[in-house]
Each structure stands twice: as C-alpha cells, then as structure tokens.
C-alpha cells in the first residue's frame, strides 16, 4: 500500500557552503526551518488584525437628498469608493404596478373596436364567429383601413383586388364594406374545409390552392394561424371578463 508523503514547501532561511567539491547546499536544520516558519505566520496575523475595520465601520451609510430616489449610498471608509443599493423591493412593487396597468389597458383594447357594430352584423350575416373576424382584422391590419402590403392588400380584412371585386368590395378602403367582404371570404372557406378554422385560416392567408397542395396548413402559414386563434381567444377571454 502506497503512504501519501506530505512535503513542507519551505524556502531555506540560509545556506552553507558544503565541503564536497566546494558546492553549497540548501540544507539547514529542521528546528530553524520550523522557527522561521512561525515567525512568519505571526506576522501575517499580525498584519491581518492591524488591518481589520471595526464592523460598525465597515461602511457609513447616508440617504440620498433627492425626495423621489430611495436608493441609499454606502462609503467604504478603506477605499473612499461609494456604491448605491436600490431598494428593490420598491422597484418590484413599481415593476408590478405598472404591468398590471398594462394588462389592464391591452384587455380594455380587447373588448371593444371601433369597428364592432360592423363586425358583429358582418358575423350574424355570414354566420361566422364575431372574435374571429376581429382576430382576422388585428393580425392582418390592426384595424386600419387605408393598409397597404407590399402584394396589394388592402384595408382592415387586406383583401387583394381581385378577390375583393368577387366578393362584391365596390370601396376596399371603406371599413363597412371591407369587414363584410372578409367575413364572407372566411366564411366560404371555412365551407370549403369543414368547418376546420385552422385549414380556412391559412386558405384566407395564402389561397385554397396552397392549402390542398400542401395537405394542410403550409408551413409558412402556420405563425399565422397561430397569431389569429390566439387573438380570437384574447377577444372572446375579454368579452366574458365584460
């Protein structure tokens, strides 16, 4: 069985000329080696408590004259370095605050449009779900009737020009028209795909053609699906909550 060995890793206090070829060795005696050790670790806890604050001064603490600011600054007295702790919890408190304000007002935008009384005559014409249409509107224009894309859309619903002279859309940038004309757009396709929302969604979004080459909901529609079920669930969770 192997023994662990401990070595000293001690540097020699002197040395002395040997008389084996005039060569000088590091050997001294033990006891000196032990001495000077000691000697040394003294100092060091010397120094050690000579250099230590007393622990009511560790730091001084002064509060900021600033009536709004909580904040409070510390003075290490060694270094002359100043450091100010924010009291968090505060922050935490103004942090809550000012979300549940943002929440609160993101539910009120949900509950109401400026375009409702169109919305729901266009729902109970086409017998389509009012939260959808307004889930349809949000995701693709935001409510905003003059909307351009870059393909030609236009108006709340973004119907392209074509589509939108089939669906009888005489104004597309007149929101009436325009929210009728989208709520039977999806209402056809929802007819079209059994009523699956999801499969009418990206018919709506990139055509019914994509929708039966793809055998679903093409991959590049499916962010957009997502968006409107989730903003029709956002409609309906803020119509309930009233």
């Not at 393909?151 to 009888?168: F, I, W, Y």
């Not at 699956?196 to 990139?206: K, P």
Request: glycine share 6%; charged share 25%; net charge neutral.
């Amino acid at each position: 069985m192997l023994q662990s060995i401990s070595y000293l890793n001690i540097k020699p206090f002197e040395t002395f000329s040997g008389r084996v070829n005039n060569r000088k060795t590091t050997i001294t005696s033990f006891e000196h080696m032990l001495r000077n050790e000691k000697t040394a670790a003294d100092g060091a806890a010397k120094a050690a408590v000579e250099n230590t604050v007393p622990e009511e001064k560790e730091a001084e603490e002064t509060v900021s004259d600033t009536a709004e600011s909580q904040s409070i600054i510390y003075k290490d007295p060694l270094t002359g370095k100043e450091v100010i702790y924010i009291d968090v919890a505060k922050e935490d408190a103004a942090d809550k605050a000012s979300s549940s304000s943002k929440v609160a007002e993101t539910a009120d935008s949900m509950k109401k449009t400026k375009y409702d009384s169109y919305f729901k005559a266009a729902a109970k014409k086409y017998n389509v779900s009012e939260s959808l249409l307004k889930a349809i509107a949000k995701a693709e224009s935001n409510f905003n009737p003059k909307d351009v894309s870059s393909s030609g859309a236009m108006g709340v619903m973004q119907l392209m020009p074509e589509t939108a002279k089939g669906l009888g859309v005489k104004d597309p940038f007149d929101p009436e028209q325009n929210i009728m004309g989208g709520a039977k757009c999806i209402s056809q396709k929802l007819k079209e795909f059994n009523g699956d929302v999801r499969l009418a969604l990206a018919a709506y979004n990139a055509g019914s053609g994509a929708v039966r080459r793809n055998g679903g909901v093409p991959s590049y529609c499916k962010t957009y699906v997502s968006r409107v079920l989730s903003y029709k669930s956002a409609f309906e969770t803020a119509a309930a909550v009233g």
